[in-house]
């Protein structure tokens, strides 16, 4: 059972362009909804969160759009950068340690 | 920094063969992961343990043991390698509410 479904697969964008990533979820119970950037030859690394009660978060040309009521959320990478081509990954996450549920991922790849 | 160390890049196994995936962490972490990452599958958790000695089931723990024997380390056990066990193994610890998932760089496993 699937239960974080991420899209696009693979997404190709050009330098300057922005980038959207979306996840929706099924679990009403999740309460944590990180996004893992990932390079080739290395593990995930966290690259932003949100919690269910804010609707948006933003750092720097990262922005995290939340809809608790469609039980979706999407990651807009503004201005993307050639430095941006990776995998990207939704998670959901339940409960005090953190134990996540991961989308299939994104390979992005920003052309110069 | 938070460093979680896998002790294998690479690792190619014989079918049957009984393999230990170790990790270790240098943060005092009370919580570690094992995920296993396949394309299009995005990351599967396979087992977690939020103390020593003590170890819980996640999506996908058939054909798959682990130990936590120390606080720091948390290995993963196959105990009869198969083809269909071929994949990047990556470990993950956290600390709790409000701190993020932190990675490896991931042992990719060949079992032929």
Redesign the interface.
Known sequence: QQQ?K?SP?SLIVQKGGISIINCAYENTAFDYF?W?QQFP??????LI?IRPDVSEKKEGRFTISFNKSAKQFSLHIMDSQPGDSATY?C?AGLG??????????TQLTVLP | DVKVTQSSRYLVKRTGEKVFLECVQDMDHENMFWYRQDPGLGLRLIYFSYDVKMKEKGDIPEGYSVSREKKERFSLILESASTNQTSMYLCATTGGNNSPLHFGNGTRLTVT
């Open positions: 974080v991420q697969q990180p893992y030859g290395k593990g995930p690394a966290l969160a990954f998670a005090a340690a953190r134990q996540l549920t991961f989308g299939s991922g």
